[in-house]
């Protein structure tokens, strides 16, 4: 006959026995479960995964609250009860809804604790960034992206230059824990490829050459920041070859489980005409050659204003006007104008044009 271990056996002297009680298992597997409703959740909808962790905190606090309460009311006022000492049919009801409750409560924090924690882990083991092997080349007008991704939420931002689109992306990003892509880097990564190779901007061959075997490992170039750069990616932007190498990276990236974030000139109209939130952030050239010059002048640099102003209308006229992939909003994309928006009041602002997209 086959040993059988009671719960209270177990508790009392722990054994490898113990470990096939269902008293044990069940939680065990409930707690693995939620684990895996976490991550799960986190990665399909972060915003529903914090509300949900949000309401599942509030309702285990507030069950165990209520529990704690009716303990210490039965400690304080009936301890014959919670002894079992003479008490009555009621009372000894109350205490063991009492002592329910608590279970209850106790069981919803732990659950919860495994939610978060399944959450926890999206965001630490989620997909690379395709920072492996060189960019593959492609047609610009090959593998029309009408869904870039079956599952994840793709957010395409555009933009022009000093709009405030880089800064809205990444803090978009960071918010819901999904992968950022500043594809303008692409570009001045390009440029500067050429020109630390010896040649010019101009030359096509060897721009295309450059977006071939661009590392994409190399975008944290801190010389890719800079205004110089900036003003040789729009030149590299101009060659269809270019853009069109630079292209199946672009849509790999937007591809990856769970979603990412892109921001550019042509991500919502070229690169992701099937996202499913669209923003066109803009400002009046006036401000966006203020901010400029803003950054200009906290890096010591000595430049004049309508040096820079004239700089951001003739690049904006470069972007837009040339004859592939210009700079435009998107037929179906939310334009947010930041010209009297800071940054904290942008993202606000952002975070309600995703929420009514989404809702829809």
Known sequence: MPNFVSFMECVNGPSPGCLTLAEFLIPVVLFAALIAAGVSVA??????????????FLASLTVLALSVIAIGWFLATDPKTVTGVETSAASQTLWILAITLFGTGFSLLVGMVGFCLGGWLSGRFKPGQLNSGQLNSGQLNSGDVKRPSAQGLVIAIDGPAASGKGTLAKRIAAHLNLPCLDTGLLYRAVARDVIERGGKLEDVPAAVAAARSLDPKSLDDPALRGPAAGDAASMIAKIPDVRAA???????????????????????????????????????????????????????????????????????????????????????????????????????????????????
Request: with cysteine; aromatic share 4%.
């Open 246 to 360: 630079l292209l199946d990276y672009q849509r790999t990236f937007a591809c990856q489980p769970g979603g990412a974030v892109l921001d550019g000139r042509d991500i919502g109209t070229v690169v992701c005409p099937g996202a499913d939130i669209k923003i066109y952030v803009t400002a009046t050239p006036e401000e966006r050659a203020r901010r400029r010059h803003l950054e200009h002048t906290s890096r010591g640099e000595t430049v004049a204003y309508d040096t820079v102003l004239a700089d951001i209308r003739r690049r904006d006229a470069r972007d837009s006007g040339r004859d592939i992939a210009p700079m435009e909003a998107a037929a179906d994309a939310v334009r947010l104008d930041t010209t009297k928006l800071d940054a904290d009041q942008a993202f606000a602002a952002a975070l309600k044009l995703i929420g009514k997209r989404r809702a829809h």
């Open 43 to 56: 990665r399909r909808n972060r915003d529903a995964y914090l509300r949900l962790l949000r309401r599942g």
